[in-house]
């Protein structure tokens, strides 16, 4: 049957020959996904990747996606989201009700603590602050028979701290609590999130894949990865029924920095520990934040479970550098850009007020800058920092 073109156009007689195969990953678009008949309608399952039913249930886009996070991951299972901040959110949502308690430490990634306060409250659901660094015996303290999660975080926000996580993890399992990592500093590189040592794992990693899988600063997007069945098939129903989807162009953008994600990691690693070193011979820094050196906290527990470390450095600066002058210090830098994520190319710098971020008083009253080391030349960053240290002055 003969059509006018504009019906032709849009049902066209042609198949590609199969068997095309190259490095990238085809990106399948669709809301609508074709039935041959109403038979395969009402037989074809999303829930084990074994068929296509609908764009918002996965495409071999988006399933290629989740095979290799889970690789990445050392886990069985992922589910993709559309941003980090809504892998957290929707592990709270699906694993917590109305009466339950979670447990968040206090250098946790910023952001899920406001979920917490101001969202996860108006749902019923309690949260607890806990000192990752006073390890299982501090955390046992907090927990009460309403606690249902304990959140990790390795190293944490900002200041990069190393917690105990073998010690957190044991306390938490002994009473029956599930454990939650955000693995977005470890990436899959630094340590296999669910294989600890000593029989230990977590029950969920999420990862901002906007970091460090992406590599580009150029895409939003989450990963909640499980190694149990069960606890996956609760989490991805509480994702299908919030109608949770990634778009095929952005789940492209991610495969395409997984090849070199290693590498980048490596190199982000070896440049971010020069500089941490160099900073740490520099008079204006009290201290200098980063699990692999010696003086950083909780250096021995990143030493014992480690096998690299992210492209974070935070500096304190000492306490007669007062804010005016350390943010003219961020103003003067060059290479280094002011603004927030990491794991791109570029350098960047972002300065934090500690004392307006934490329950428990911070260690170090000097104002704090956290840097991301990028893929410049470790030499022209260090320099850059040099000449932005002058910016600093006497006052
Ligand atoms: C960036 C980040 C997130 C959130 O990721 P987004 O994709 O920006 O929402 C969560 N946790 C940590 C530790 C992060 O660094």
């Not at 990436?187 to 969920?204: C, N, Y």
């Not at 970091?211 to 990963?223: A, E, F, H, R």
């Not at 935070?314 to 603004?339: C, I, K, N, T, Y």
Request: with cysteine.
């Amino acid at each position: 049957m003969s059509h006018d073109p504009s019906t032709d156009l849009i049902h066209h007689p042609y198949r590609p020959p199969e068997g095309f195969e190259s490095p990238a990953i085809g990106v399948h678009k669709g809301s609508t996904v074709f039935f041959p008949n109403v038979a395969a309608m009402r037989s074809r399952s999303w829930k084990d990747k074994s068929a296509y039913t609908y764009g918002l249930h996965g495409t071999p886009t988006t399933f290629t996606l989740e095979e290799r996070i889970a690789t990445l991951e050392g886990g069985r299972h992922t589910l993709l989201t559309s941003s980090g901040l809504q892998a957290i959110m929707l592990v709270n949502l699906s694993l917590l009700r109305s009466g339950d308690e979670v447990l968040l430490p206090d250098n946790v990634y910023g952001p899920s603590r406001e979920l917490a306060m101001h969202e996860l409250a108006r749902y019923g659901i309690g949260h607890r602050i806990y000192d990752p660094m006073g390890g299982a015996e501090a955390l046992a303290a907090v927990i009460t028979e309403r606690t249902r999660l304990l959140w990790v975080e390795a190293a944490g926000s900002v200041t990069l701290e190393f917690p105990d996580l073998r010690g957190l993890v044991r306390a938490a399992r002994e009473r029956g609590v599930t454990v939650a990592l955000d693995n977005t500093w470890g990436a899959g590189i630094a340590f296999r999130p669910f294989d600890l040592g000593e029989g230990l794992g977590v029950d969920v990693a999420i990862q901002a894949l906007t970091k460090y899988p992406s590599g580009g600063g150029d895409v939003l997007m989450g990963s909640i990865t499980t190694v149990e069945r069960a606890l996956h098939e609760q989490l991805m129903m509480t994702h299908s029924r919030f109608g949770i989807g990634v778009g095929a162009n952005d789940a492209e953008l991610v495969l395409r920095g997984l090849p070199s994600l290693a590498l980048r990691y490596r190199a982000q690693d070896e440049s971010a520990r020069r500089i941490a070193r160099w900073a740490e011979s520099r008079p204006e820094i009290v201290q200098v934040l980063h699990p692999a050196l010696a003086a950083s906290p909780g250096h021995e527990h990143w030493r014992a479970l480690c096998k690299g470390a992210a492209a974070l450095v935070s500096l304190v600066f000492h306490e007669r550098h007062e804010w005016p002058a350390v943010e003219r210090f961020v103003d003067a830098l060059r290479v280094f850009r002011l603004g927030y994520s990491w794991a791109g190319p570029v350098s960047l710098a972002v300065p934090y007020r500690l004392s307006a971020m934490r329950s428990i008083a911070p260690r170090w009253n000097g104002a704090l800058v956290r840097l991301a080391i990028g893929l410049e030349r470790t030499e022209d960053l260090i320099a850059d920092l040099e000449q932005a240290l002058a910016a600093l002055g006497t006052d």
